[in-house]
């Protein structure tokens, strides 16, 4: 089956030619890849302030994705145990908060010194 053909106003059919050093292209080459993007797409999007998500999970290394499942296995034990009705030791509520950050620290590549 073919698929059907775009209106005309959704077409891309202009192109804009733009100049960049050496350094710019491998810059945005990097960069595109590592959004999963082609560098036509990561510049649209960049430029018409669209989202650009990275794909952060598939840069760590084995040893960082084992203890992310571990910190999500443990998150799964806790809330089941609260869903379950038994009470929540004291600290709970920021020890899931700080563990949430770690992890946002992981997938963003940013060290938390805390």
């Known amino acids: 089956m073919v698929r059907p053909r775009k209106p005309e106003a959704e077409r891309r059919s202009r192109t804009i030619c733009v100049r960049v050093t050496t350094a710019e ?3 945005i080459a990097e960069r595109a890849a590592d959004a999963g993007l082609t560098k036509g797409a990561y510049i649209r999007r960049r430029t018409l302030g669209q ?18 499942y571990r910190i999500g296995v443990n998150l799964n034990q806790i809330a089941r145990a609260l869903n379950s009705g038994a009470s929540a030791p004291t600290g709970t509520l920021e020890a899931v908060e700080r563990v949430g950050e770690l992890a946002a620290g992981l997938l963003t590549g940013e060290a938390l010194d805390r």
């Open 25 to 27: 292209a491998a810059a």
């Open 51 to 68: 989202p650009i998500r990275t794909a952060a999970v598939h840069r760590l290394g084995a040893r960082e994705r084992v203890e992310l």
